[in-house]
């Protein structure tokens, strides 16, 4: 059955409040309610000490209220008038709170913010690193004398590896007097290897040094 309450701005609403309230802690039942908060809403403020239960029953809300709203307040008082004040809608008390993914803080998205948005996941995405060009090398790798093993010099000069180089064909061509040079292809990434340190700074100095006497770039074609 309903229980009803009126005037609680008033003395005479306080007063059968506070003697509803002898020998209990709640409205309703041994525990707080929506019966509370609904008269808790109505009573403007803690009552007098000439209203012990009711005063007693304020504070037992106002503790738990405090533990679901753990904000500092301020403190607000409203104007008193004639007319006694609507009645407050029902409060929800330890209401189960909602999976962030579907609870919206600040409304529709509006374009600025998908545009903005959008350049910090472009901004999050590495930049795409632009390819280096590559270019097609014939070397032409003579050797010392007509003594020197033409295979073991190939074999030097293949053993050479460093990124961005790729040996190709090869074929040995006369030169005279029973010499034959070594002529090579291969491809390089042109921001990777120098074909100028490859042949100063590995084709031509130890161990490569002991069959090859010196090279010759014969075409350099970008690829």
């Not at 008033?10 to 802690?25: A, I, N, P, V």
């Not at 301020?74 to 579907?102: L, T």
């Not at 064909?169 to 042109?190: E, R």
Request: glycine share 6%; with cysteine.
């Amino acid at each position: 059955m309903a229980i009803t309450f009126s005037d609680l701005h008033t003395e005479s609403g306080l007063k059968s409040l506070d003697e509803f309230l002898s020998g209990k802690t709640y409205i309703s039942g041994d525990q707080l309610t929506k019966d509370d908060i609904k008269v808790y809403a109505a009573v403007l403020e803690k009552p007098g000490g000439t209203f012990p239960n009711a005063a007693k029953w304020y504070d037992v809300v106002s503790s738990h209220l405090a533990a679901s709203f753990p904000g500092n307040a301020q403190g607000v008082k409203f104007a008193s008038g004639n007319s006694a004040p609507a009645a407050a809608a029902p409060a929800k008390v330890d209401a189960p709170a909602e999976d962030d993914d579907d609870l919206d803080l600040f409304g529709d998205e509006t374009e600025e913010d998908k545009k903005a948005a959008e350049e910090r996941e472009a901004a999050k995405k590495p930049a795409k690193k632009k390819e280096s060009g590559k270019s097609s090398v014939l070397l032409d790798v003579k050797p010392w004398d007509d003594e020197t093993d033409m295979k073991k010099l190939e074999e030097a000069v293949r053993s050479i590896e460093m990124p961005g180089l790729l040996w190709g064909a090869s074929k040995l061509v006369p030169v005279g007097y029973g010499i034959k040079k070594l002529q090579i292809m291969m491809t390089i990434v042109d921001d990777l290897v120098s074909v100028d340190s490859l042949i100063e700074e590995h084709l031509t100095v130890e161990p490569c040094n002991e069959y090859v006497q010196s090279c010759d770039i014969v075409a350099f074609n970008k690829i």
